[in-house]
């Protein structure tokens, strides 16, 4: 009861809902705490051998979806903490390959609003440093690529993001990212990548680096975005011809993609979003078309205003 | 004279990029330090060759004279500048040449272990010999074709010691560090003899039989060799000319196994349309449903005609006498059982089944089931710290065993041409690539328990080791919903019988005890 009046309190005063995620310019305010349920739908029927595109009807289309659970905290007005933790499964169309399915990564990120400056003629231009960590829930395997439902490995980020309101709402938003991944343990005694053949069951990971653009219109409780986004490995091997892909590849890829954001009219504390991402080209990948829905919820604890 | 070795010298950084075998998370290996010589291994049964005489090798200098002198001084000369690729050389052939052969071996076959990719009206190119670096490259390392490398290179590689070491015995010459104390022994020396250079002979032999199967890979299969007679001379083990009477031995004895290789039958060994088509009308006709690929779009059976490649320890009708009676027939009670029991197993698998699914699995690009056992007798050889002909003969024996037991693994598979369990229950999913030849029996089944035998006679101590990591192979291919239980068991009891008929052989080749 008490949190229900918590919660009228703070949809009559709180700012919007918006999405957020950790590579936007989005900060939320001391004390609320937002939460939701994110479904994805992967699709690819064609993938990069290395450099080579193709088919595969061992495979056919591949399908993986995703539940995940999402938390945002409000420490601090310059401090948020995220939690997001996927449920994941997948399919191919066809062949005698099974698909797999389970609890994934928990990702915990704390996002920190380096500075802010507002004025207002030009808006406000904000920085701000996101530290992440990733953790497989579950001990399934990585070895069963592209079916398996991730790659098994712990991993810490760092991102700096950039981002730039306009008064009327327009926003520019860029973000980069390295990550380190510690080494992931297969269930065999040796494997060969990268044109190396390794008498271990270790299999040291390339870091990974990420670039995300984005521009889009944030009024009100809508929110819509166009971005481009870049994830470039460090390392590893190219899937060789006709071969399966392995979990450390040299995994590159560009997508476009777009969402939409906007409140539900009579419950202001929820919010849907639909996105859309589309691989334009990639390595060792599948080019993938992906749509995800989400719905947001806002708690608000101590019912203060946001700024 | 040793200008060859100089020529080596500079290809040994190279080497280290092209050709290197990663062990991550494994102590430093200890250097290969034979507690016996075996002196007597000249009198070894030969298996291919007709004894150690068929090669000649002629005396070598005497250690007083100028020529051997002048080795020993651009021995000394050559350590006193030694670079860190020189001492990296050093220290990875230490390990013993014929580990390292093996190892180098495995990689080989698992560079190689690659099906062709379809073509896009669905058929299949075939790897072509004449055209090796093409796609498809040549070969394909699948487990038939593996078996029989590994024991072409492990038996050729034995053989050519058992030579060496009769002549290194005939001559007694000895290292250079024994005769002059001014020559650093940078691995543990030993009494052995040095004329001709067992690492040398390792090195021709090898080289000229792995260009032969893996032709692809010609670089850096020379490039290896030479590093290995570089390193023998660098350490002190061995003389230029110790060294050059090694290589040409070597490379004397090599045509006598390409040779038996051109002509055994692996040519044919694929079939043709006409062929694979008589397989399935031959199972019709005995009322069972006919083994289809599973691969999509379907993919020509692998190697149909393997089963009449030659053996070694096996005749032909020794195979046919060994080949296992039929499976359950397709229709019967039995088999709906059998494939009902894969189903459960493979709809309900624990992590620790799949697990052992993946260890197992050796799929592409992997060593194959015969590298596996390689891989399992390595360290074996490793602790028993015996010579390097003892060494190779203990791989001799096993990789013998294995492509015998492919041969006649491959024989019951397409003498019966039996569906795997997802061919009749197309529901049933698999964590892993489903093989492309028929189901009975199992190729792991077969391998492990010729490998297990084989092991378990030269290693009793490790005998229950081999015995669990065999039935857990065996079982590894039903919890991964690709083999029925009768094609594991069968395979297990055919895989022991042809495994016999190796450590028979060995029981009388004289090196456990003298013979006569």
Redesign the interface.
């Known amino acids: 009861m008490k949190i229900f009046t918590a919660f009228l309190f703070c949809t009559a005063l709180a700012a919007p809902l918006r999405a957020q995620t950790v590579d936007d310019g989005i900060m939320i305010a001391r004390h609320s705490l937002f939460t939701g349920a994110v479904y994805s739908h992967e699709r690819w029927d064609q993938y990069w051998e290395g450099a080579l595109k193709r088919v595969n009807g061992n495979i056919g289309t591949m399908t993986t979806q995703t539940n995940s659970w999402f938390a945002n905290y409000g420490v601090t007005n310059r401090l948020n903490v995220m939690a997001t933790i996927p449920y994941v499964w997948t399919r191919p169309s066809q062949g005698v390959l099974t698909g797999m399915g389970g609890l994934q990564d928990v990702t915990l990120a704390g996002k920190f609003r380096l500075l802010e400056t507002r004025t207002a003629t030009h808006g406000s231009l904000r920085a701000i440093a996101v530290a992440s960590a990733g953790l497989p829930l579950t001990n399934y395997t990585p070895d069963l690529q592209p079916l398996s439902i991730g790659l098994a490995s712990k991993r810490v980020s760092g991102r700096l993001t950039l981002n730039y309101q306009s008064n009327p709402g327009w926003f520019l938003n860029g973000s980069t990212a390295y990550t380190w991944r510690r080494h992931v343990t297969l269930d065999r005694p040796y494997y060969f990548t990268d044109d190396q053949f390794f008498l271990t069951d270790e299999v040291t990971m390339p870091g990974v680096a990420d670039y995300v653009a984005s521009a889009g219109y944030m009024k009100g409780g809508l929110m819509t975005a166009l971005s481009f986004s870049q994830q470039h490995t460090q390392g590893g091997g190219d899937i060789r011809r006709q071969d399966v892909p392995f979990v450390s590849n040299r995994m590159n890829f560009s997508k476009v993609g777009g969402m939409v954001m906007y409140p539900l009219p009579k419950l202001q504390y929820l919010a849907l979003q639909l996105a859309y991402a589309y691989t334009i080209d990639g390595r060792n990948v599948g080019q993938a078309t992906t749509f995800t829905t989400s719905v947001l919820y806002r708690y608000c604890l101590d019912g203060r205003p946001t700024p | 004279m040793s200008k060859p070795w100089s020529l080596s010298r500079r290809f040994v950084a190279a080497t280290a990029v092209t050709l290197?075998?990663?062990?991550?998370?494994?102590s430093q290996e200890f250097p290969h330090a034979a507690t016996n010589n075996d002196a007597d291994a000249g009198t070894w049964q030969m298996i291919v060759l007709t004894g150690p005489t068929q090669f000649t090798v002629a005396p070598p200098a005497a250690v007083s004279s100028l020529d051997y002198q002048a080795e020993l001084a651009s021995i000394k000369s050559a350590q006193s500048r030694l670079t860190n690729d020189q001492r990296k050389a050093i220290e990875y052939w230490s390990k013993g040449g014929v580990l390292r052969w093996n190892?180098i071996l495995?990689?080989l076959v698992?560079?190689a272990?690659?099906?062709?990719?379809?073509n896009p009206d669905g058929t299949y190119p075939v790897p072509d010999a004449n055209n090796p670096f093409a796609?498809?490259?040549f070969p394909f390392g699948n487990p038939p074709y593996a078996a029989r490398a590994y024991s072409y290179v492990m038996v050729a590689q034995y053989e050519a010691l058992k030579v060496a070491w009769y002549y290194k015995y005939l001559y007694n010459r000895p290292s250079p560090s024994k005769v002059d104390g001014g020559v650093q022994a940078l691995i543990p020396s030993s009494d052995l003899p040095a004329y001709p250079s067992e690492d040398a002979v390792m090195s021709g032999v090898n080289a000229e039989i792995l260009k032969l199967l893996f032709p692809a890979f010609v670089e850096e299969i020379t490039l290896k060799a030479g590093e290995q007679r570089t390193a023998a001379l660098l350490s002190g083990k061995a003389t230029a000319s110790d060294i050059a009477a090694g290589v040409a031995l070597g490379r004397a004895v090599a045509p006598v196994f390409t040779a038996r290789a051109a002509g055994d039958g692996m040519g044919a060994a694929g079939g043709s349309p006409a062929l694979w088509q008589s397989l399935a009308d031959a199972a019709v006709a005995r009322g069972e449903i006919p083994w289809k690929s599973?691969?999509?779009?379907p993919r020509p059976p692998m190697l149909p005609l393997f089963s009449r490649v030659r053996g070694w320890m096996m005749t032909p009708d020794d195979f046919v006498k060994e080949r296992p009676g039929p499976p359950p027939t397709t229709s019967s009670g039995l088999m709906a059982k059998e494939l009902a029991e894969v189903r459960q197993s493979?709809d309900h698998l624990s992590?620790a089944q799949?697990?052992?699914?993946?260890?197992?699995?050796d799929?592409?690009?992997?060593?194959t089931p015969p590298g596996h056992w390689n891989?399992i007798a390595a360290p074996y050889i490793s602790a028993a710290q015996i010579s390097e002909v003892r060494a190779a003969r203990v791989l001799a024996l096993v990789d013998m065993a294995l492509h015998d037991a492919g041969v006649g693994c491959w024989d019951a598979k397409y003498f019966y041409f039996n569906p795997r369990p997802?061919q009749l229950d197309p529901g049933?999913?698999?964590?892993?690539?489903?093989p492309n030849f028929p189901s009975y029996t199992s190729g792991h089944s077969t391998f492990s328990a010729a490998g297990a035998a084989v092991l378990s006679y030269l290693f009793p101590t490790g005998a229950s080791y081999f015995d669990a990591q065999k039935e857990e192979a065996a079982i590894s291919r039903l919890y991964g919903?690709i083999h029925y239980r009768s094609d594991i068991e069968v395979g297990k009891d055919h895989g022991k019988r042809i495994g016999d008929y190796t450590v028979r052989f060995a029981q009388l080749d004289g090196a456990d005890r003298p013979l006569r």
């Not at chain 2, 049933?428 to 489903?434: C, D, F, G, Q, T």
């Open positions: 290197t075998i990663v062990w991550a998370g494994v190892e495995l990689e698992a560079r272990d690659l099906p062709p990719a379809p796609d498809p490259q599973m691969d999509i779009p493979v992590r799949l697990a052992i699914v993946y260890k197992w699995a799929g592409a690009s992997t060593p891989f997802s049933l999913k698999s964590p892993i690539a489903v919903g």
